[in-house]
């Protein structure tokens, strides 16, 4: 799947969703529905927009040491292949996505980018996860590659984030 195909997408469908772009990206990862999570920027806070069960569950300060608040800050793309050890908000771990055995296993691995709109500014965050009962199992590591993909599709996603 070519990097645009998210964009043509959008310029014939007015129906983008969070749901359709979180698929988008679970399939350019190779990873599930629920290892895809959106966050969008209001004000001070990043607020989940998918996956749908954390929608409710809280919102993150951006002056928190969350992995999320430091990439909107810092405005810099990471990855973590250790991320279990990272210090980070486990809460969103403990919400259930739906599906009991991927619920019971934690994020072992974690890339996180800024997403940008046309004008550079921070709207929000795109993280891709690998989770898993322990690190062996979780999974390729993600690699630099990867990441520059992450980045690119964080400035495609933040150019449509605003409709929702």
């Known amino acids: 799947m070519k990097m645009l195909d998210l964009e043509d997408f959008?310029?014939?469908?007015?129906?983008?969703?969070?749901?359709?772009?979180?698929?988008?990206?679970?399939?350019?990862?190779?990873?599930?529905?629920?290892?895809?999570?959106?966050?969008?920027l209001r004000g001070t806070m990043l607020h989940f927009v998918h996956p749908a069960a954390?929608?409710?569950?809280?919102?993150?300060?951006?002056?928190?040491?969350?992995?999320?608040a430091r990439t909107a800050r810092t405005q810099q793309a990471k990855v973590f292949n250790n991320f279990a050890k990272v210090d980070h908000f486990s809460?969103?771990?403990l919400v259930e996505l739906g599906d009991k055995v991927v619920d019971e296993q934690v994020i072992q691995k974690?890339?996180?980018a800024p997403l940008l709109a046309q004008d550079g500014k921070v709207v929000g965050v795109i993280q891709i996860s690998r989770k898993a009962a322990r690190?062996?199992?979780a999974g390729p590591d993600f690699t630099e590659s990867d990441l520059r993909k992450?980045?690119?599709?964080?400035?495609?996603?933040?150019?449509?984030?605003?409709?929702?």
């Open 91 to 93: 809460v969103f771990e």
């Open 54 to 68: 954390l929608k409710t569950a809280g919102a993150i300060p951006l002056a928190s040491s969350s992995v999320a």
């Open 10 to 40: 959008a310029r014939l469908n007015t129906g983008i969703t969070p749901e359709s772009i979180s698929a988008w990206a679970a399939q350019l990862f190779d990873v599930r529905d629920t290892e895809v999570g959106l966050l969008k």
């Open 110 to 112: 974690l890339m996180s």
């Open 150 to 164: 992450l980045e690119e599709v964080g400035r495609v996603v933040g150019r449509l984030i605003s409709a929702f």
């Open 135 to 137: 690190p062996g199992v």
